[in-house]
């Protein structure tokens, strides 16, 4: 079983920046995706950025530029950075990890960028 905790989140003013990380504990394989999704009030649950299982990164259009996504491979842990928020992006950003043909999910991080 894997277990992910995230942190970070929280209320800022559009063109600020935020930072999430998500950190992996549990059963972790020697290889893995992991990355970030959000899920907007009457949404449905979308991609922002993931690294993918061969290690390249993958990115929504609308956060292209403006969000970076970092790995650091000792502690499995994922961040992302956050800048140039728009009232847009407010959502609830999951964590999510996939290895060995399961997907698990963390509990989600409440963005709110206000305008």
């Known amino acids: 079983q894997v277990q992910l905790v995230e942190s970070g989140g929280g209320l800022v003013q559009a063109g600020g920046s935020l930072r999430l990380s998500c950190a992996a504990s549990?059963?972790?394989?020697?290889?893995?995706?992991m990355g970030w999704y959000r899920q907007a009030p009457g949404k449905q649950r979308e991609l922002v950025a993931t690294f993918m299982l061969g290690g390249t990164t993958n990115y929504a259009d609308s956060v292209k530029g403006r969000f970076t996504i970092a790995r650091d491979n000792a502690k499995n842990t994922v961040n992302l950075q956050m800048n140039s928020l728009k009232p847009e992006d407010t959502a609830v950003y999951f964590c999510?990890?996939?290895?060995?043909?399961?997907?698990?999910w963390g509990q989600g991080t409440q963005v709110t960028v206000s305008s």
């Open positions: 549990g059963r972790t394989s020697s290889s893995y995706a």
């Open positions: 999510r990890l996939y290895q060995l043909g399961k997907l698990y």
